[in-house]
Structure formats: structure tokens, C-alpha cells
């Protein structure tokens, strides 16, 4: 796990380098063939979470009609095969995990375009869609998804980007340069914060418990985070929405309860100070992974991310210290990440409508 979070810049740069050729086939071919005009990314466990955020990166930035739901909902719950011109795109590290598989079957039965996004081009997603492009990265070789995970997410975003400009809409600003800044900037958070993340494991030692807190793209970010600390030590996380914390959820906070908080610097970070200090008043113990000053000055165990590093893809960048955590307090509790106990590298169980 440990090798493969480090692994995270190399995969980046081979995504914008190698891959991106490919992604630019499919989708001018998924184009040509239909002209979708409804996105839908799937997923199970982390592939889900990994399309989450594209998903919010398509409807917020590309200005595409995009839903991203686990695979499941869709075998249950599928469109309509005419409405709205709907395209499937299915995550899937292996490619053969069983309820993304059947998603994927179940739209080409409708007549939906499907788009199969893996690290393994021989398995049964790859070879069943209809359009497949090579992530060109090694897979992780632990049952815990780190740099498939950040490269998948990638990929989708590249893929939703090819489709814009087919569709003629007008992309963010700067987006060209702040992807191909991504591989440095990958490397420059792990460099700062690897050290920062093991201080936070040694300072945990009475916490019991964890809450994640994020909003817009790193809201997925924190889901992946959450779930990352309970695959690898067990521990008991959950994740909200920043905002929607006060609602209802903040009745539980009291001393053993840490609240890790990525608060990037944007027009969000008064509002989410705020909140910040209403937890700390209550006991809990406040953890914000930002590169805000307002936040980094007032909480004085922030992980601090660098203020370099591009705020477009802030939720790729993000979830580095969220792995990081995960690993060193597995490592500290004496667990194995890389074997977690029930845990398997796909789920086969079948799954029908």
C-alpha cells in the first residue's frame, strides 16, 4: 500500500501522457456513434467513490448532465434507454467485480453506450463494452485501491473533457496547465505531508472514533478517506457533507471523537472556519488538511498541504494524506493494509434486476 500511494505522481504522469491518446479515441468513437448527452458513472466500493468525483467535475466544470451512482442502483434502477441519450461509464479496477459487470450488461441490452475504465484489459468489463481505453499504470498489487483509485478518477475527468469540447462546451480556465501539473504536484503533497501524517497517527492514540468532513469533488474524497481507515484498521468513520454536519450529526461530538476536516482555500474556507471552531468548542479534537492560512493559523495540528499545488483537482491531491493516515495507523495498530481480515481484491456475488 505504502509503495503504491508513492506511486500515485509516476501514475499521473502516465495517465496525461500515455493514456489520454486513447481516451481521445473512445470518446470521439462513443460520439459518433450517439452523441451522449446523459453521463452516468459507476462503481462498487472505492470505483464508486472514485466516479463520484468526476461525476461532480463534469456537471460542475465541464457543464455535463452527469449522475454518479454505485453499480448496483443502476442493474436495480437503470434509465430509460432513450432518455436523455444516456452513456454508461463503469470503474472497475479489475473489471470483474460482479455488480459493474452486470451494469455494463444491462445498458448494452437498452441499447446504452458503455465505456469500461480498468486496469485490466483482459477481463470481463474490458472485453464486454463497447469502448475500452488502457489506464497503461500497473494495478495495485494490495487488496487496498490507492493510485487505481487517484488514476481512475483521473481518466474519467479526461474522458468528460473529451466530450465537452466535442459538445463545444468551455472548459475551466488554466485546466490544461494545472493537469500537467499534477505529477509534481502529487510528489511535492507527499513529500510534505508523509511526515505530518504520522505525527497525527501517534497523536490519535485516545480517539475512538472519526468523522470526515468535505465539499464539492473532496466530499468523495472523504468517503474514499473514511473508508480507507476502516478496510485497514477496522477503525469506526464516517463521512458528511461540511455544511450538513450541523444537521443533526454534531449532537453526537464529545472528547475521543477527531474530525478530519480538507478545507482547500476557496470561497468556502469562512464558512467552514466557522464550523471548525463550533467542534473544537465541543471537545472533539479538529484535524483540517488545508492549505488555507486562516484555517492553518487558528488549528495548530492542520496538516498542512502545500500552497502550491492546483485547487482545480485539489480532491486527486487530498486524498494523498487521507492515505497516508490510513496506512501509518494500520501499521501502528498492527495490522497488515495491504491483507485486510474478510476483505477479497473483487466481489463476485451475482447480481440481477
Known amino acids: 500500500m505504502i509503495k503504491e500511494i508513492h506511486e500515485q505522481p509516476n501514475a499521473f504522469e502516465r495517465i496525461l501522457t500515455h493514456t489520454r491518446d486513447g481516451i481521445r479515441t473512445v470518446a470521439l468513437e462513443a460520439w459518433k456513434r450517439k452523441r451522449p448527452n446523459t453521463f452516468y458513472l459507476v462503481g462498487c466500493g472505492s470505483s464508486y467513490y472514485a466516479a463520484m468525483i468526476p461525476g461532480f467535475y463534469y456537471e460542475y466544470y465541464l457543464g455535463l448532465n452527469t449522475v454518479a451512482m454505485p453499480s448496483s442502483e443502476f442493474v436495480w434502477y437503470a434509465p430509460k434507454p432513450n432518455a436523455n441519450a444516456p452513456i454508461l461509464i463503469a470503474l472497475s479496477r479489475s473489471g470483474k467485480t460482479s455488480e459493474t459487470v452486470e451494469a455494463t450488461r444491462k445498458a448494452k441490452k437498452s441499447g446504452i453506450p458503455t465505456v469500461a475504465v480498468t486496469s485490466d484489459q483482459k477481463s470481463t468489463m474490458a472485453e464486454e463494452c463497447d469502448y475500452s481505453f488502457d489506464l497503461g499504470i500497473p494495478t495495485d498489487q494490495s487488496v487496498i485501491m490507492t493510485k487505481t483509485f487517484t488514476a481512475s478518477a483521473l481518466a474519467s475527468f479526461l474522458l468528460g473533457v473529451e466530450f465537452a469540447k466535442l459538445r463545444n462546451e468551455v472548459l475551466p480556465k488554466n485546466a490544461e496547465d494545472e493537469m500537467s501539473?499534477?505529477?509534481?504536484?502529487?510528489?511535492?503533497?507527499?513529500?510534505?505531508?508523509?511526515?505530518?501524517?504520522?505525527?497525527?497517527?501517534?497523536?490519535?492514540?485516545?480517539?475512538?472514533?472519526?468523522?470526515?468532513?468535505?465539499?464539492?469533488?473532496?466530499?468523495?474524497?472523504?468517503?474514499?478517506?473514511?473508508?480507507?481507515?476502516?478496510?485497514?484498521?477496522?477503525?469506526?468513520?464516517?463521512?458528511?457533507?461540511?455544511?450538513?454536519?450541523?444537521?443533526?450529526?454534531?449532537?453526537?461530538?464529545?472528547?475521543?471523537?477527531?474530525?478530519?476536516?480538507?478545507?482547500?482555500?476557496?470561497?468556502?474556507v469562512t464558512q467552514q472556519l466557522t464550523l471548525l471552531k463550533e467542534i473544537n468548542a465541543t471537545g472533539a479534537t479538529v484535524v483540517p488538511i488545508s492549505d488555507a492560512p486562516e484555517i492553518i493559523s487558528h488549528f495548530k495540528n492542520s496538516i498542512r498541504m502545500p500552497r502550491s499545488i492546483?485547487?482545480?483537482?485539489?480532491?486527486?491531491?487530498?486524498?494523498?494524506?487521507?492515505?497516508?493516515?490510513?496506512?501509518?495507523?494500520?501499521?501502528?495498530?498492527?495490522?497488515?493494509?495491504?491483507?485486510?481480515?474478510?476483505?477479497?481484491?473483487?466481489?463476485?456475488?451475482?447480481i440481477k434486476a
Open 181 to 268: 501539473r499534477l505529477p509534481a504536484d502529487a510528489k511535492d503533497v507527499i513529500e510534505n505531508v508523509e511526515g505530518q501524517a504520522k505525527k497525527a497517527v501517534e497523536a490519535s492514540g485516545s480517539i475512538s472514533r472519526y468523522i470526515y468532513l468535505g465539499s464539492g469533488a473532496c466530499y468523495p474524497a472523504c468517503l474514499e478517506g473514511a473508508l480507507k481507515l476502516r478496510e485497514t484498521s477496522y477503525g469506526a468513520s464516517e463521512t458528511y457533507h461540511s455544511m450538513e454536519f450541523r444537521h443533526g450529526p454534531f449532537a453526537e461530538l464529545q472528547k475521543g471523537i477527531q474530525v478530519f476536516a480538507i478545507v482547500p482555500r476557496g470561497k468556502a
Open 310 to 350: 492546483s485547487p482545480l483537482f485539489s480532491a486527486l491531491l487530498y486524498m494523498i494524506p487521507m492515505q497516508l493516515f490510513a496506512y501509518y495507523h494500520a501499521v501502528d495498530k498492527g495490522f497488515n493494509p495491504d491483507e485486510p481480515r474478510n476483505l477479497s481484491r473483487y466481489v463476485t456475488t451475482e
